[in-house]
């Protein structure tokens, strides 16, 4: 037996135990200290409030989403710079009787708002000369069969040509949320959804591509995610409530509860006469695609961060924002780059992760920044989306505060246009007559739905 051969089993051995031990990895605690300056965490900032006229506006449309999207309570903030900042809960933490109001302080799950750090790490690897976006999965992960031609790159942008495992594993994922999941089951599982497309050509929304990209980063970097996230993304934004969590540890308290509209085992349909508290989630589930803990103020101060391109050094930010159009039936200002959704000027991304529809943008030129979530993943992605684009409208009219200027920012979507689409996309309580043509359906059609 050779040396060299001897060499090559070993690394071979030792990916595949990395690849296998990613869940643990991702969900342990690791204590880092980046050297690398902090950036503005808009989150952070106290200063001038809203006007109360606009706050009013901003508080109906939270009450709103929550009274529409059959969800216990939520939370949303805006932050416009040229104005003020608001920030508001909405109804009571959990559906339990008696409970609690929700607080602006509650800790919930971020779920896909997670691929934007997912890839804001990628990218600063590759500005570390640590990996390439052309770089194959196979360079990082030999044994893994199926994915030989997919980059790292193509992972990020939804291109790579894999199926995803989210709609077969949904029921199980709802019904036993607290079921650890190993990530290489989850990629196998898309891979058995269908063969995979020639990488780099179609569009396709696959939560199983950021959870083998995560597989890939790890056996690149021999550092665990937990690290990576703090090194490159929370600890330069000094924000703490952003993390990941190992399976069966609650929330941080105050939590925002989460629930979902159960799914039978066997059929996957959804069964919208029963609930189901979700909370207990165990981040294995969605891994590097969506596997964060977060607040309000924290989310708001990644985003935007993201947005500003404020994580990475010069240049990337553009080739991170530099996205596709998500299909052909879809408004031409609704695009996808690395791990970020671009809807007109802003950027940042929506999610439906069991238990609580959220969503997150910022505007790279003015810093507007809106976050929203509600405790019912039910409504799904685009709910979150359509009701964040809401607070967006509203907050970039917000008037100048002494001594600064409105900015134009121009949103390619009417406030009447949103409102009137909102009652169709709110998932069991949807209303029948869905806008099937025109600007509305368009609107209605902007992106994925988990």
Sequence with gaps: ??????????????????????????????STTSDAPHVTAIGAKTGTRMPAAIAKQLQGVLD???????????????????????????????????????????????????????????????AAHKVKLTDRVSKYLPRMVGVNDVT??????NTSGLADYWGALTPQIVTNPGRSWDPIE?????????????????????????????????????????????????????ISATTTLPTGTSLPSPMLRG????????????????TVDDTALSPSALQTAGGLVSTLNDTAS??????????????????????????????????YGLGVE???????????????SSAAYSDPT????????????????????????????????????????????????SLSQLESVLPYETGCKAKAGKPSSGALAEIAAIGPRY
């Design 1 to 30: 037996m050779s040396s060299g051969g001897g060499r090559r089993r070993g690394i071979r051995r030792a990916v595949a135990v990395l690849a296998v031990t990613l869940t643990a990895a991702l969900l342990a605690g690791c």
């Design 64 to 126: 709103n989403a929550v009274k529409i999207s059959g969800a216990s309570g939520g939370i949303a903030g805006v932050w416009a710079p040229w104005s003020g900042t608001w920030t508001a809960a909405s109804g009571t933490a959990s559906k339990a009787k008696g409970s609690a109001s929700v607080t602006t302080h509650s800790s919930f799950r971020i779920g896909s708002i997670t691929k934007p750090a997912t890839c804001t790490v990628l990218l600063d690897l590759v």
């Design 152 to 157: 790292l790159g193509e992972l990020c942008d």
């Design 186 to 238: 989850l990629v196998n599982t898309a891979l058995g959804e269908s063969a995979p497309k020639a990488p780099g050509h179609t569009w396709s929304y696959s939560n199983a591509g950021f959870v083998l990209l995560g597989v890939a980063l790890q056996a690149a970097t021999g550092e665990n995610w937990q690290h990576l996230y703090a090194k490159y993304v929370t600890d330069r934004l000094g």
């Design 259 to 274: 629930y979902a509209a159960d799914h039978d085992i066997v059929t996957g349909a959804t069964e919208c006469s029963t």
């Design 302 to 335: 990644l985003i935007h961060a993201v947005a500003s391109g404020a994580l990475l050094p010069k240049g990337y930010a553009a080739q991170q924002q530099q996205a596709r159009r998500i299909s052909g039936s879809m408004p031409s200002w609704a695009k």
């Design 342 to 356: 671009t809807m007109g000027p802003l950027v940042g991304h929506a999610s439906a992760v069991p238990g609580y």
């Design 366 to 413: 003015t810093g507007l920044t809106v976050v929203v979530v509600v405790n019912n993943s039910t409504p799904g992605a685009n709910f979150a989306r359509l009701v964040a684009l809401e607070l967006a409208s509203i907050g970039s009219k917000a008037p100048p505060s002494q001594g600064k200027k409105l900015p134009a920012l121009a949103l390619p979507w």
